[in-house]
């Protein structure tokens, strides 16, 4: 069967039918770098990277673009608050960002542009819908995006505008959930706020040219990356549930207005991330990042964390609400060492014979079916992730009873690599690096602390040492190890 998805514009799950399956277009909201990332941003973008594996692994081609909100009023306060320029104070958050992303097995998008530098697209924007009569120059120097203009406000978030009062407006970048009032696109040049963070607009307005000193508001900073990259139609649009609305039902009322197209074809949200049952707060005490949770674990690899946190919320549907308590972390933890443990026995079991039976060639089919079945279902990891501990117990009860000859085990690390593709939770240099002797693998440690000291002689001679005795070295992406030539 097609891919079905939840789509939150009808509140159904339906087949998901892009443009053109061959080239799939997707947007995502990128991080506002002012900051480290905490554990519900990251468990939102787990969950778009777990969509998205899973529509590749379906066979759908995924052009995905993503934006960094380098300019934000977050960011222009902290930055000042540092001495540093803009640019300087949000590449050192995004840096990091992408260092947290990568240690959770994140697939890096194929387009990330800060807003910066979208700033010719913003100004277009805006100026088309100032002729149409959908935005307008306030008293106060900004640019208004007139939402009772837009007849189908609302209709996205299901909120209520009837009984707004004309003339309110936000000026900040992001407002309660409660406020529905006019939103700044252009925001005024305020010299105390802003500083030297300010880029002149050329508008023209009642047939008068008027140059608007200022900057972008929130919501159309993803309208004008949509338009850059993807002419202001795609095929689905990523996120959190918490930006359903203003975010997202900003983003629709100004490119519609702009495009008179639809804009996504589909959009999916995940949920809420919850502590101990409670909103993740600073006030409240439960307030994490990723590198906290790490801090938590000194003593465990950090991958093993990493890779602890993103089962977790494999285990969880995606558009589901995720609890995170440190004994639930702690027990998957533990689910992750057996998995290792399984790969490496793997490494080790002595097959008895060649032959594949027939009932071992039914049941994998069968598994592979369910596997597919599984994320086809609005990407059921949950019943994709039972699958995978019952494959698990499979193996171990097989290997047990020494029943798999050499091709039935092949196969089943096959069926673990393909479950992996999507799941992207198992170390394989656990199996690759069943058999390497303890010396080798104490290079290739030494040369890792040497590259991380910019040792790169020290590194060259290490490589070499590794390379005379047999070894070639490996980078997966999250660690490098050794495996025989």
């Known amino acids: 069967m097609p891919l079905s998805l939840y789509n939150t514009a009808t509140r159904k799950i339906e087949p998901f039918k892009p443009k053109d399956e061959h080239h799939v277009r997707v947007y995502a909201c990128g991080p506002t770098p002012y900051n480290y990332a905490h554990i519900g941003n990251m468990k939102a973008y787990v969950v778009e990277d777990i969509i998205l594996r899973a529509m590749r692994f379906l066979g759908y081609k995924i052009v995905h673009v993503m934006n960094l909100t380098d300019i934000d009023d977050k960011t222009i306060r902290d930055s000042q608050k540092t001495g540093e320029s803009l640019r300087d104070f949000t590449q050192r958050y995004t840096d990091a960002f ?21 700033i010719p697209e913003m100004i277009a924007i805006t100026q088309k819908l100032l002729d149409t009569g959908y935005a307008y120059l306030a008293e106060d120097g900004s640019v208004y995006y007139r939402i ?42 305020d010299p105390d706020a802003d500083g030297e963070n300010t880029w002149d607009a050329e508008f023209v307005i009642d047939g008068e040219h008027r140059t608007v000193p200022g900057r972008p508001g929130w919501h159309i900073e993803c309208s004008a990356l949509n338009e850059k990259h993807f002419h ?32 996504s074809r ?43 946190f993103r089962l977790m919320i494999l285990e969880t549907r995606y558009r589901d609400n ?64 039972a699958l995978l501990h019952e494959t698990a117990t499979t193996i171990n009860t097989g290997m047990d009873r020494r029943e798999f000859s050499m091709p039935e085990m092949e196969s089943l690390a096959d069926f673990l690599r393909t479950m992996d593709s999507v799941f992207a939770i198992f170390d394989w240099t ?4 069943a058999d390497v002797p303890e010396e080798v693998k104490a290079l290739v440690s030494a040369r890792d602390e040497a590259r991380k000291s910019k040792n790169y002689t020290e590194a060259d001679r290490l490589r070499d040492e590794i390379d005379a005795l047999g070894y070639q070295l490996v980078d997966d992406g999250r660690k490098t190890y050794a495996q025989k030539k």
């Open 266 to 308: 589909c959009w999916s949200h995940g949920g809420h991330l919850l502590v101990e049952n409670k909103k993740m707060a600073k006030s409240a005490g439960n307030f994490h990042t990723l590198r906290d949770i790490l801090s938590k674990y000194p003593e465990a690899d950090s991958g093993l964390v990493a890779r602890a």
């Open 322 to 385: 995720f609890n995170f308590t440190f004994e639930r972390i702690d027990k998957t933890m533990e689910t992750v060492r057996s998995l290792d443990e399984l790969l490496r026995r793997m490494a080790r079991y002595e097959a008895s014979g060649s032959a594949v039976r027939r009932e071992f060639r039914e049941d994998m089919q069968s598994r592979i079916t369910r596997f597919v079945e599984s994320l086809e279902n609005d990407i059921s990891t949950p019943e994709a992730v």
């Open 430 to 433: 656990t199996m690759e690096t």
């Open 98 to 118: 992408f260092e947290d992303t990568d240690r959770l097995g994140i697939i890096r998008p194929d387009v990330v542009e800060r807003i910066s530098d979208a």
């Open 232 to 263: 202001s139609e795609i095929d689905l649009h990523l996120g959190g549930i918490d930006h359903i609305f203003p975010h997202h039902q900003n983003e629709i009322a100004q490119t519609e207005a702009y495009t008179g197209r639809q804009f």
């Open 148 to 189: 009772k203009s837009f007849r189908r406000y609302g209709e996205f978030a299901h909120i209520d505008v009837s009984e707004m009062k004309d003339g309110v407006r936000v000026s900040n970048d992001e407002y309660e959930k409660e406020s529905v009032a006019d939103f700044a696109l252009w925001k005024a040049y």
